[in-house]
């Protein structure tokens, strides 16, 4: 069953702005990982969370844990039209190293 | 970094018959590769995980005989979809560990696979 769920679905914003994309999970992780995905391609991995850190920078990119709330968000700051992409979050839990997969926010950033 | 290559990228076959998909890792050894199965704005949905020299480990629902995996060696596996069929058309995508206790996975541009 699939772990950690993207909030929203679909993102539609002018480029420049701020992007924030959510993601909730059900059960205790170890590890919460965020990628991108441009249209066609394979996935390129952004940040990688551990569930006892809280923030994450990388870039233009902050990473958030909470793990009271089984949430986690991406902000993309300043965004560009080359962000358009669908971004995933995966978590993985136990004794896997399997990240399972939410099913992804399509960020489109309008030049 | 480490570059995982899929051929082809794009494969259209006719209903029957098999397709075989290769996911290379380039510069790395891969002791782990994923095969994962991603229909249109969906998530990847985890086939089957493969180690080399060893029979890969399918996921719940999916049919092994279908779905033949071989992980020959340290750098190449290969996914083979048999006897094709329409609902087997889905974007395929491959990703590679270097060592079984890294959570880093790199992942393959994919294979658009169409059956007519």
């Known amino acids: 069953s699939q772990q950690g769920e993207e909030d929203p679905q679909a993102l539609s914003i002018q480029e420049g702005e701020n992007a924030t994309m959510n993601c909730s999970y059900k059960t205790s992780i170890n590890n919460l990982q965020w990628y991108r995905q441009n249209s066609g391609r394979g996935l390129v991995h952004l940040i990688l969370i551990r569930s006892n850190e809280r923030e994450k920078h990388s870039g233009r990119l902050r990473v958030t844990l909470d793990t009271s709330k089984k949430s986690s968000s991406l902000l993309i700051t300043a965004s560009r039209a080359a962000d358009t992409a669908s971004y995933f979050c995966a978590t993985d839990s136990g004794g896997s190293y399997i990240p399972t997969f939410g099913r992804g926010t399509s960020l489109i950033v309008h030049p | 970094g480490a570059v995982v290559s899929q051929h082809p990228s794009r494969v259209i076959c006719k209903s029957g018959t098999s397709v075989k998909i290769e996911c290379r890792s380039l510069?790395?050894?891969?002791?782990?590769m994923f095969w994962y199965r991603q229909f249109p704005k969906q998530s990847l949905m985890l086939m089957a995980t493969?180690?080399?020299?060893?029979?890969?480990?399918?996921e719940q629902g999916v049919e092994k005989d279908k779905f033949l995996i071989n992980h020959a060696s340290l750098t190449l596996s290969t996914l083979t979809v048999t006897s094709a069929h329409p609902e087997d058309s889905s974007f395929y995508i491959c990703?590679?560990?270097?060592?079984?206790?890294?959570?880093?996975?790199?992942f393959g541009p994919g294979t658009r696979l169409t059956v007519t």
């Open positions: 990703s590679a560990q270097a060592a079984a206790t890294t959570y880093e996975q790199y």
């Open positions: 510069d790395f050894q891969a002791t782990t």
């Open positions: 493969s180690n080399e020299g060893s029979k890969a480990t399918y």
